[in-house]
């Protein structure tokens, strides 16, 4: 059970009702986690400015992004943030196959060398970023990862660990 209500935009204030109709025409509808975030409208507003500066901005491709997010997500064990890049996945005809592909075996994917090892790099920054080691650094440029692109996704890791640790912590229900 949720342990926060998630506020309807009947009820937010006018600073959060100008976010949430800008999330809407962006996702057709405004998940939980904004209405969660909507308790607090300054943290609404600047994490949604977050969300349109990594996810709808820079170089990398959606399904890289989406896929990042899924894949740091699963390795948080944040079952929200699990269903909603899985159905973003999904938006943008990926299918059920390529998914399990992108988690269980990323080298099988569709993804490019460099994509794959962005990918890579970010889980192991994820779950234990004190063991990159310089010659995985190293490998990842090899690749033609630029310093902006390396930024970016892990722009999107560090926003998705985030999302991860607030959805958990308050139980958010899923709405995807």
């Known amino acids: 059970m949720a342990r926060l209500l998630a506020i309807g935009k009947e009820q937010v ?65 944040c079952a929200y943030c699990v269903a909603a890049h899985t159905a973003a996945l999904k938006s943008i005809g990926v299918t059920e196959k390529e998914i399990n592909i992108i988690e269980s075996e990323i080298e099988k994917s569709m993804f490019t060398e460099k994509e794959r090892e962005l990918i890579t790099f970010v889980r192991k920054a994820n779950k234990d970023p004190n063991r990159i080691t ?11 990862a630029s310093d902006s692109e390396i930024v970016e996704a892990l722009g999107v890791m ?3 660990t985030a999302f991860n640790k607030f959805l958990d912590s308050l139980n958010v229900e899923i709405d995807f």
């Open 134 to 144: 310089d010659k995985e650094y190293e490998s990842l440029k090899k690749t033609g």
């Open 13 to 77: 204030s006018k600073e959060a009702q100008d976010v949430f109709a800008e999330i809407e025409g962006a996702f057709g509808m405004v998940p939980n986690l904004f209405k969660i975030y909507s308790h607090f409208p300054p943290l609404l507003k600047t994490n949604w400015n977050k969300v349109k500066a990594v996810m709808m901005q820079g170089s990398l491709s959606r399904k890289t992004k989406e896929a990042i997010a899924l894949l740091v997500s699963k390795d948080n064990s």
């Open 158 to 160: 560090e926003l998705f």
